[in-house]
């Protein structure tokens, strides 16, 4: 038996106790001793159990809980007794911060940790009672959408924090200790800094910034939730709104806790008199930039139940504005149901941005029961500089598809955004400042219409005199018989009747093609395709029907011919008509004109006169050849300095079209070129060039084309084919523009200067290439601006070298920073033969050594040996490996020495010297680099050779190194002990040093260290030849060699 303190009660032995609960000291009696307990106590606490009442017992109330402004209202359990408050998590703020408390509670469960407020929370009581407190929330409770993070590394991230004046950092202090006290920052620890700052607001006050580039670097972007906003013409018309504002929606929406101590700051104390105090924050930070996403991600979360509870509402969330729309008005629990379900996700509506009546503004749209129009209604005329331009062109395109801005408004402004410097100042024109005002003027008058729901949606295509234009719309006849466009009855037209016509939206191509020249019809199959795809976006249909701006008579042949539009059409289920409607609105689509039938054939025509074109680029000349009855006429058109080819070839065909405007033409040309595009320019929209000649030409074409009367065909031709049938009149053509014909032939000189020109070559490749003197060649290349200035070719120096191809290569990396990624230049040079190969790579490290000795072996074949430096490229295992493998030795000079490499040293220069002096209009850097390659193997001769090096490298290979110079020898100093030695063969004699055959190799010594031997027969000095014709006498060589 034992006792209770209150109420007293009788427990018979053996009876079971459903819930007991010990306590040291239920009350002010002392512990009792165990007499009581005997031997079947219950436990060492004291004698005293207390019972646990039912939980519906305890008096039930509905209170409520607030933070930071955020409140609550929920129902509570009151007990007098307890020692602390309890919140169960799953009614507890997803974004009130709690932290792990350093002690546990005890209840029936056991022990639990319950998590702890990090701020007070604020308990307001139905009779007025008030309690600010620390509570306790346990249990299961929902947990915030937003993921953690996802980073690059983990290296933390420190920035010094920036030093501040006296006033801002007050001002620091005190925006600081704000957030503090809001619940948005926490102390911190965090390896983690970046520099924070503020700056003054208009009304001025203070906003404090946190710069978080480098933080921003670490973190991997997520990707859009939401590219593009909702669009109000989706509304239905007559419908009621309610549209919020959520308040401070980034400080409301917490951070993940893992990721918190990346976002810290310091706010540092002046001449460092005390620790910087650092904090971190615990919501969206400003300036991260996932905040948006994260933002989206959670107030959709939050708005999901209310989704759920209104199925027949249109509810348009971005950001932290909400619309909400129905067919009933919404009455005062509806809001109040809006706000509870935010604010139990810690959202809250700023009371001052609720709006129930129209006009309504949303997302800088006002909204009226059954129109919409741009919030903004006046630009910023006045424009001086390109940063105005850009800010206008940016409203404009913000709101053109719903007013109607076409690009005909858009082009004359957007010519001003050349530079790149928004600082550049502009100047308008005339006809610029009338845009702007026509622009200003659709602003204020010009509405889009909100959908109706009995009614489909439309595509209407409107063919514009510059430019095509779709209108998204909805249509019926003025009878309202019937809500398909097909059956319109134009002529039943009564008086008090209307049709009913309303623009929801209007599509528009770029202000630009996309390729130079854009058919019509590939205009319209692109505004199709956009339609399409728009009305399919808002409203989750396709369009009911698509009218296309043709005469209803050439609507079946459009559909079987125009391959444009069959591909635009693909998959559409609708009706394609060509009916328009009725009424004053559809007067904004006056200028709306009929697509006609191509006049360009594909077929020749059988009763056109054919005309012959051609253009020649060297005499600047087009011409064009026709017959006229059994006699051929001509007509030959000089060209400007500016014109290329092309625009030449042009020329030609527009002269034609023009001469033959209202008469069948068959125009016959040589260029590719012109019979594709012709065709083409046809109506065409045209893309501004960089050529202006050629954009002049394409527009004149196309006006004459829009001229004509009659059909026209252009028929493509192979030029210098046979001279009969077409051909006949294509090489009369070609004969009055074509160089050959009328260019007398030039001599060699010519040839020679003209060769130079384009090549450079030097003065001993222009005398062996064109037979002319050595003073002829000379003046060539003195007379020559950029040869003029240049020294000679490669000197052949005294180092060793191959004494036949392939023997001996010289390789090394030099480098073209004009080439860009391709500035790395691998170089060989042959030693015996000096032809050189060069490769433009993208590195220099073995992998590109080993691709650009794959080019060598392929021109100049697999060497015996190759010689480098010690760069780490050429002696790394890689390379080795790779040598090993095509059985090539290799050799490296001395470390850090470049005389051991003098031969490709100087080839490098001399490469770099040509690629100098060729450098013209070319830009591609592998061509400039072999039509350098060319002259030198080709073109230039070496030192004293006769011969190009190519011819050199191949004649000796092809011999097989079989001729070899006549034997003779000489005497030596040796260059290590200077002790004359001989006489050894001579197996090379080159300028200025010879190579001689010795015991231990070849030696390669200086001309001065070389004197030649004299044979028995040659040391007669007292013996005579004599001439038998002349009777002079000739030496017999006896002289002494001079040291």
């Known amino acids: 038996m034992v006792y209770t303190v209150c109420p007293p ?15 040291s000291n239920p009350s002010c009696r002392s512990p009792q001793p165990h007499l009581y307990r005997g031997d079947r106590g219950f436990g060492s606490t004291g004698p005293a159990v207390c019972f646990s009442a039912k939980m519906d017992q305890r008096p039930m109330m509905k209170i409520v809980i ?3 402004g955020i409140s609550k209202r929920i129902e509570a359990m009151l007990d007098t007794g307890a020692d602390v408050t309890i919140i169960s998590r799953t009614i507890w703020p997803v974004n009130w911060q709690v932290e792990l408390p350093t002690s546990t509670i ?13 701020q007070p929370v604020h308990l307001r009581f139905p009779e007025g009672q008030q309690a600010c407190l620390k509570v306790l929330a346990l249990g299961a409770g929902e947990q915030s959408p937003n993921p953690p993070l996802t980073w690059n590394t983990n290296e933390p991230v420190w920035v010094d924090q ?53 933080v921003n670097e670490q973190m991997q972007p997520m990707g859009a939730l939401q590219p593009g906003m909702p669009s109000p013409s989706m509304l239905p018309e007559g419908w009621h709104l309610l549209i919020v504002d959520l308040k401070d929606c980034f400080f409301t929406i917490p ?16 001449n460092k008199a005390a620790p910087a105090e650092r904090y971190e924050w615990v919501v969206l930070p400003q300036g991260m930039k996932n905040s948006p996403t994260l933002c989206q991600l959670y107030v959709a979360w939050a708005l999901q139940p209310l989704r759920d509870k209104w199925p027949d509402t249109i509810i348009y969330h971005y950001m932290d504005d909400i619309l909400c729309c129905q067919e009933k008005p919404f009455v005062k629990e509806a809001l109040e149901q809006l706000t509870d379900t935010l604010s139990s996700k810690g959202l809250i509506i700023a009371p001052e941005k609720i709006q129930r009546t129209a006009p309504w503004k949303y997302l800088g749209w006002s909204i009226a029961e059954s129109k919409i129009r741009p919030q903004k209604t006046e630009l910023t005329t006045r424009l001086s500089t390109l940063h105005d331009v850009q800010t206008l062109l940016g409203d404009v395109q913000w709101v053109r598809h719903c007013v109607g801005i076409f690009n005909t408004d858009i082009a004359p402004l957007a010519a001003l955004l050349r530079g790149t410097n928004p600082a550049n100042k502009i100047t308008l024109t005339p006809e610029q400042h009338a845009v702007l005002q026509r622009v200003t003027q659709k602003l204020h008058l010009a509405r889009s219409s909100r959908r109706l729901l009995n009614l489909p949606i439309s595509l209407i295509i409107c063919n514009g005199k510059d430019s095509p234009y779709a209108v998204v719309c909805q249509w019926q006849n003025r009878s309202g018989e019937s809500l398909s466009p097909i059956l319109i009855n134009a002529t039943a037209k009564r008086k008090n009747q209307k049709d009913v016509f309303h623009i929801l939206e209007w599509v528009f191509l770029s202000v630009q093609p996309k390729t130079s020249i854009q058919t019509r019809t590939e205009a319209v199959g692109e505004l199709i395709r956009k339609g399409r795809s728009r009305i399919l976006e808002i409203s989750g249909q396709e369009p009911n029907d698509i009218s296309i701006p043709v005469n209803m008579a050439d609507l079946e042949w459009w559909l079987q011919n125009a391959v444009a539009i069959q591909n635009a059409l693909l998959g559409f289920c609708g009706k394609v008509h060509s009916c328009q409607p009725q009424g004053k609105l559809w007067q904004v689509l006056q200028r709306n004109q009929w697509i006609e039938k191509s006049k360009v054939s594909r077929e020749p025509l059988s009763d056109g006169v054919t005309v012959y074109t051609d253009a020649g ?26 014109d290329s080819l092309q625009t030449l070839e042009l020329t030609a065909v527009v002269w034609a079209l023009t001469n033959w405007l209202n008469t069948p033409l068959n125009v016959v040309t040589d260029s590719m070129y012109v019979a594709g595009i012709v065709p083409r320019l046809e109506d065409a929209l045209i893309r501004e060039t960089s050529n202006p000649r050629l954009g002049s030409l394409f527009i004149t074409l196309r006006s004459v084309l829009g001229q004509r009367t009659a059909a026209c065909c252009v028929i493509h031709i192979r030029s210098h084919q046979l001279d009969v049938g077409l051909g006949q009149g294509n090489q009369l053509a070609d004969s009055l523009v074509s160089s050959v014909c009328h260019l007398p032939p030039m001599d060699k000189f010519q040839q020679a200067r003209q060769s130079h020109d ?4 030097n003065a001993k490749g222009l005398k062996r290439q064109f037979a002319l003197t050595e003073s002829e060649a000379r003046g060539i290349v003195q007379a020559c601006p950029r040869c003029g200035n240049h020294g000679p070719g490669i000197g052949l120096g005294v180092n060793p070298k191959g004494l036949k191809a392939l023997e001996l290569w010289q390789m090394d990396v030099t480098h073209v920073p004009e080439f860009g990624r391709l500035k790395y230049v691998h170089v060989t040079i042959d030693t015996f033969s000096k032809m050189i190969w060069a490769t433009a790579l993208p590195g220099e490290k073995a992998q590109h050594a080993c691709k650009h000795l794959l080019a060598c072996f392929a021109i100049l074949g697999v060497p015996e040996r190759i010689k480098t430096d010690n760069g780490p490229a050429y002696i790394s295992h890689k390379f080795r490996a790779f040598l090993s493998r095509w059985g090539v030795d290799h050799v490296t000079g001395i470390p850090h020495s470049p005389t051991g490499q003098g031969l490709v040293e100087r080839t490098h220069q001399v490469l770099k010297d040509y690629l100098r002096k060729q450098k013209g209009e070319e830009t591609d850097a592998q061509q400039r680099l072999h039509r350098a390659l060319f002259t030198l193997n080709y073109l230039c001769l070496m030192g004293d050779r006769e011969e190009p090096p190519v011819i050199i490298h191949h004649q000796n290979l092809k011999f ?63 013996q005579e030849d004599r001439d038998p014709d002349s009777g002079n006498t000739v030496p017999s060589g006896n002289d002494s060699p001079q040291d």
């Not at 607001?201 to 978080?212: E, I, T, V």
């Not at 951070?255 to 002046?270: E, M, N």
């Not at 063969?985 to 055959?997: E, I, K, L, T």
Request: aromatic share 10%; net charge positive.
């Open 9 to 23: 009660v009788f427990i018979p032995k053996g009876s079971k106790i459903a819930q007991l609960i010990a306590f």
């Open 66 to 68: 607030s933070q930071h």
């Open 106 to 118: 005890a209840g029936v469960g056991g022990q639990s940790a319950p998590y702890v407020s990090r």
């Open 162 to 214: 920036w030093p501040m004046s006296k006033e801002r950092l007050q001002i620091t202090e005190q925006l600081v200790a704000e957030q503090l006290a809001s619940g948005h920052i926490k102390p911190s620890v965090s390896p983690w800094n970046t520099p924070i700052f503020v700056i003054p607001k208009k009304n001025g006050k203070w906003r404090l910034l946190h710069d978080l580039r480098k």
């Open 255 to 270: 951070l993940h806790p893992q990721d918190t101590q990346r976002f810290a700051f310091s706010v540092p104390a002046i």
């Open 617 to 642: 680029k060297r005499l600047r000349r087009a011409a064009c050849v026709w017959k006229e009855g059994e006699q051929w006429k001509q007509h030959v058109m000089e060209g400007q300095p500016r």
């Open 758 to 761: 384009m090549f450079h070559q």
């Open 960 to 1022: 097989n190194n079989t001729t070899t110079l006549p034997q003779f020898k000489v005497m030596y100093r040796d260059p290590v002990s200077g002790i004359w030695i001989g006489p050894a063969p001579v197996v090379f004699n080159g300028r200025g040093y010879m190579c001689v055959s010795t015991d231990r190799g070849p030696v390669w010594v200086p001309s001065k260290n070389v004197k030649p031997v004299l044979t028995h027969h040659d040391s007669s000095s007292e």
